[in-house]
């Protein structure tokens, strides 16, 4: 270890800093301080940020290796560069929503943004990982923060449980997970992924390492949600807070794609045989499963846990196709499907009032003469989630099914498209409700972080759905090194 | 270079339905109507602008006129193209022609939340003309679906009944075959660059793109194994677009249940995007698979004439019996374009411009009794005739027209792609043929049923003859049934380059191996219309 591979880990090391000391604020500041909270986070957001982009700027060079710190176990190449920036916006998004309810101030603020802000440290390292140790503690680190946030209502019973399911699914998957790392890395002799990649390439088949990679996988399902790991998904969303329920959807989920994306095209594409089909699988039942289990919630966070199994399934079809096509597709579909819903979750909690109401469809009834601004963005990221132009959902998941269809996938690629057809008969509902009939008259509580959050959403879903052209060309620059592991140039067709 | 005129007819219902949403107040009644009516009005003088400066004798890549391609998303090969040929010429004409009919129709019939009512019906409109007017498949694709939206709400907000049922059927039907389209359009774009080695498909390794004259130009290429797969996902978008038997049934549904204006933008355009498709798409791009899948295309047509016709026969509500017509009818459209000869083409695209007219006719008609009496049972009415003598005159020459009387346009459609058939096959002509017989049963007993005998219901006593304003609208759907039965070729002549264009893709040798056929061709048009006098005799 040397002083330069410290500028790899500069933003994490402030953003932990951070953390701590957003711990320790009230016991200097004492209650009255809350209202400051908020501000300290997205200070604190502000400056990651802000390091990130000039350790980067420092690090980021043509040449792949000098990207890379610690013995090449840690990485600040573009690849990760991109999700981080996602992650920080994301959780800037998720502090803004998380106003509303701290407010009314029956739990205790600064503890949340901290965990909050270690959550974002775990995933930072996920999206940097290049050793599957790094990827572990990344991916603890994040998940024991999530099952803390998951039961944040402390005093609802629901929120409770939601965390304890959470937690004791989460533990034996991260056991599963790291039974599959003490398998690859007994085969390989190495927990580094480019060790992992070379030691695969002599190998001609080894049932240990199948064995290792199928369980890495199954542990990697659990954490993006996907079937048959995904039972945990409705409860926990419709128990905890809204706004974790928001990033578990989002940003969680993006960074178990990061990794799923790394580990694979990095460290185990020559086993593709192995385990392509595998997966294709689970994403055809987790996309059949979501979208046919979502038709009949009645309960709108629980209709969002259903739909983001089915994206699971969708993001998954990126992984399976080992394409430049189906990594630009994951990056791509991680931030477009992000921000539709995020978009979606800041406008159920403005109908929310007290822990759990207002979330029943039925809530939704004759929003559209309330607020016309809000239901019209609401019908844009129902349609970005599903798919339909000129909304950003469409190019996202154009990429995942272009890459299905151009691995030979033709079967999954149909099952995937009448799917996405289906989706839309529960996205309806919701359009049903705001537009199509007449409303009871509840209140709204729109504010002003609501208002930007939604704002912000919808013109990212508008303008990259109208001019993808940025986003696209950004996505190919950030996966290409990453790309290029998987598929040398013998591949480079594909 | 500048924004040219296809853009500008694309866009300016957008630009009037942003004026509405942000500049008109939500209780300017009166005001959001003539905004909406302006603006239809001048999307239609544009389109005309179109039909002046058109011209139907340029050939080769000079057939597509006004034509415009910008960079949209360079790294996937996709472009901004527009151009349009004589069919797409003469069905936005149509869009926009029905678009201010559409608009005007709904001045009474829409009471309550009228703002967002037109500013739906603007959007539909740009819709369905950048449909027409893409020669890229991505953008095609976007505009195919965005249309879908605006129509889901007009009939879930303004609907009877049901809408909500009919609202969903119609998008989900339209959705999924759309998402097995894109699964097709994918092939296309892969077999023309890279191919896809793991089906052991070998790509042509041509620059990406998506460019619908590329795929004309590779079409023949593709083998044919793949070609029906590609076409079956094509088939099923356009079927249900048409829609064909049995893919039909969300038709009825939405139809009963939209309100009247998006009735008519249904009947005349939206069910037009389906066999629009088929022209464009399938036909040329896929030959073999065309000829492949013909007698099954064909089938369905034949049975959807007949079955159509024979469950009009029994409707007790006057719509329900004119949008089951419309199953009939476009099964005609259909078998006349899988004749697969400029004859057949040539009546299939004529039929669907007759067939928006006349249906969009008979639409407007029912809603206009219905806004009266607000009912569409058959039995509720009879002897109208003397009660409104304009309404039963414009009502005959409606139904009259779409049955196929002979000078009045449906005749035309329909003899000539009869034509067209009987040269393909007999058998299919004369099975065809007991949908016209069937077709003026169920529309003279319609009538009879309404306008003739006496005038027994009390509530009918004292019905209003159609007014003004619903006169404006009517009339010019009249003009247009009797200018295109007594003078087609105007038409014809717009279109004959096209259709002899998607004859060769289809078959490159049609006129080559028919040299008769080849001499007379460029006086087929007019032997059409020769015959067709004659017939009339």
Redesign the interface.
């Known amino acids: 270890v040397t002083w330069t591979d410290a500028i790899f880990l500069l933003p994490e090391t402030i953003l932990s800093i951070g953390a701590s000391l957003l711990l320790i604020a009230p016991v200097v500041g004492g209650r009255r301080s809350d209202r400051a909270a908020k501000w300290a986070m997205l200070l604190l957001l502000a400056v990651t940020a802000l390091t990130l982009l000039i350790c980067s700027r420092v690090v980021v060079s043509p040449n792949i290796e000098q990207t890379r710190g610690f013995a090449a176990m840690f990485a600040l190449d573009s690849f990760s560069i991109f999700f981080k920036m996602l992650f920080i916006g994301v959780m800037g998004m998720i502090t803004l929503l998380s106003d509303d309810f701290l407010a009314e101030g029956r739990y205790s603020v600064w503890e949340y943004y901290s965990l909050l802000a270690f959550a974002l440290t775990g995933m930072m390292f996920m999206a940097s990982g290049m050793s599957l140790i790094t990827i572990y503690i990344g991916l603890e680190l994040l998940s024991l923060s999530s099952y803390v946030l998951a039961g944040y209502y402390k005093k609802e019973e629901k929120s409770t449980e939601a965390a304890m399911k959470y937690f004791i699914l989460g533990a034996v998957s991260s056991g599963i997970l790291l039974y599959g790392i003490s398998l690859i890395y007994g085969v390989c002799g190495s927990m580094n992924l480019l060790d992992v990649a070379n030691a695969t390439s002599t190998l001609i088949s080894n049932d240990a390492l199948v064995f290792g990679i199928m369980l890495l996988g199954a542990g990697l399902c659990f954490k993006i949600a996907a079937v048959p790991f995904h039972v945990w998904t409705p409860d926990v969303y419709v128990g905890a807070p809204t706004p974790i329920a928001a990033f578990l959807s989002t940003a969680s989920k993006a960074a178990a794609f990061s990794v799923f994306a790394r580990v694979f095209y990095v460290g185990l594409h020559d086993f593709s045989v192995d385990w392509s089909n595998v997966l294709a699988v689970i994403a055809a039942l987790s996309m059949i499963v979501g979208n046919l289990g979502a038709i009949t919630q009645n309960n709108v966070k629980r209709m969002m846990a259903y739909s983001s199994i089915a994206h699971a399934g969708y993001g998954l079809l990126g992984i399976i196709s080992l394409s430049r096509l189906g990594i630009n597709g994951i990056l791509l579909y991680t931030l477009v499907y992000a921000f539709a819903n995020l978009g979606i979750w800041a406008t159920i909690l403005m109908m929310r009032r007290h822990e759990y109401a207002g979330e029943q469809i039925d809530d939704f009834e004759g929003l559209a003469r309330r607020a016309p601004f809000w239901s019209f963005a609401m019908?844009i990221f129902l349609?970005s989630l599903g798919g339909?132009?000129?909304t950003a959902g469409?190019i996202g998941k154009?990429y995942l099914?272009?890459a299905a269809?151009?691995?030979?996938y033709?079967w999954l690629?149909?099952i995937a498209?009448?799917m996405?057809?289906?989706s839309?008969?529960y996205y309806?509902r919701l359009v049903?409700a705001m537009?199509?009939k007449e409303g009871k008259d509840a209140e709204v509580a729109i504010t002003l972080p609501l208002r930007v959050v939604v704002t912000a959403c919808l013109v990212v879903t508008l303008l990259f759905g109208l001019l993808?052209?940025p986003l696209?060309?950004q996505v190919?620059r950030s996966a290409k090194n990453t790309a290029d592991r998987a598929l040398p140039t013998a591949h480079a067709?594909? | 270079m500048g924004i040219g005129i296809l853009n500008w007819v694309t866009y300016i219902p957008l630009i009037g339905a942003l004026v509405i949403v942000f500049f008109i107040g939500k209780d300017k009644h009166k005001a959001i109507r003539y905004t909406a009516t302006a603006v239809a009005l001048v999307d239609f003088l544009a389109s005309l602008y179109l039909w002046f400066n058109f011209d139907p004798k340029a050939t080769g890549s000079h057939m597509w006129q006004f034509y415009e391609k910008y960079d949209w998303i360079p790294s996937l090969g996709v472009k901004y193209e527009f151009g349009i040929d004589g069919i797409a010429l003469l069905l936005i004409l149509l869009t926009t022609f029905m678009g201010v009919i559409g608009v005007v129709c709904s001045y009474s019939a829409i009471e309550h939340r009228q703002k967002e009512y037109y500013v739906l019906l603007l959007l539909l409109q740009t819709g369905m003309i950048g449909t027409f007017c893409a020669l890229d498949f991505f953008l095609f694709y976007v505009f195919w679906e965005i249309m879908l939206v605006p129509m889901y709400f007009i009939i879930g907000i303004w609907g009877g009944p049901r809408k909500l049922y009919a609202a969903i059927k119609f998008f989900l039907y339209t959705l999924a075959g759309s998402v097995l389209m894109l699964l097709s359009i994918l092939g296309l774009y892969f077999f023309n660059s890279s191919g896809i080695p793991l089906l052991n498909i070998k790509g042509l390794g041509n620059a990406a793109t998506f460019s619908v004259l590329q795929m004309h130009e590779i079409g023949h290429l593709i083998p044919p194994q793949l070609q029906i797969w590609l076409f079956a996902g094509f088939f099923f978008g356009f079927a249900i677009k048409v829609p064909m038997f049995p893919f039909h049934t969300w038709l009825p549904d939405a139809h009963v249940e939209a309100p009247t204006a998006g009735s008519i933008i249904l009947a005349a355009v939206l069910l037009k995007m389906g066999t629009y498709g088929f022209v464009r798409f399938a036909l040329p791009i896929l030959p073999d698979a065309t000829r492949a899948w013909l007698p099954w295309v064909a089938g369905l047509a034949i049975i959807g004439i007949i079955y159509g016709a024979l469950v009009s026969l029994v409707q007790k509500d006057m719509k329900k019996l004119v949008a089951y017509s419309s199953v009939s009818h476009l099964g005609f459209v259909m078998l006349g374009m899988f004749a697969l000869n400029p004859m057949g083409l040539r009546g299939s695209v004529l039929q669907m411009i007759n067939h928006g007219i006349s249906t969009g006719a008979l639409f407007l008609l029912v809603g206009i009794i219905y806004e009266r009496r607000h009912t569409r049972m058959i039995s509720e009415y009879g002897g109208l005739a003397k009660q409104m003598p304009m309404y039963a005159t414009i009502f005959l020459i409606a139904a009259l027209s779409s049955m196929g009387l002979p000078a009045l346009n449906g005749f035309i459609g329909e003899f000539v792609i009869l034509l067209g058939v009987a040269n393909a096959s007999i058998v299919y002509a004369s099975l065809a043929s007991v949908g016209i017989v069937l077709g003026a049963a169920y529309l003279l007993w319609l009538y009879q049923r309404v306008f003739w005998g006496p005038l027994d219901n009390p509530a009918n006593r004292n019905l209003l003859d159609v007014n003004r304003r619903e006169l404006i609208t009517l009339l010019p759907l009249v003009a247009l049934m009797i200018w295109i039965g007594i003078a087609p070729s105007t038409f014809f002549d717009k279109i004959e380059v096209p259709v002899d264009y998607i004859v060769r893709k289809v078959d490159p040798h049609y006129f080559d191996a028919k040299p008769m056929m080849a001499t007379t061709k460029p006086a087929s048009a007019r032997a059409a219309v020769v015959a067709v006098a004659e017939a009339a005799k």
């Not at chain 1, 269809?405 to 030979?408: D, H, N, R």
Request: proline share 9%.
């Open positions: 019908v349609l339909i132009p000129p469409f154009y099914f272009a269809v151009q691995a030979g033709g690629a149909i498209v009448l996405s057809a289906v839309m008969f309806l049903v537009y199509l993808p052209s696209v060309n190919a067709g594909r």
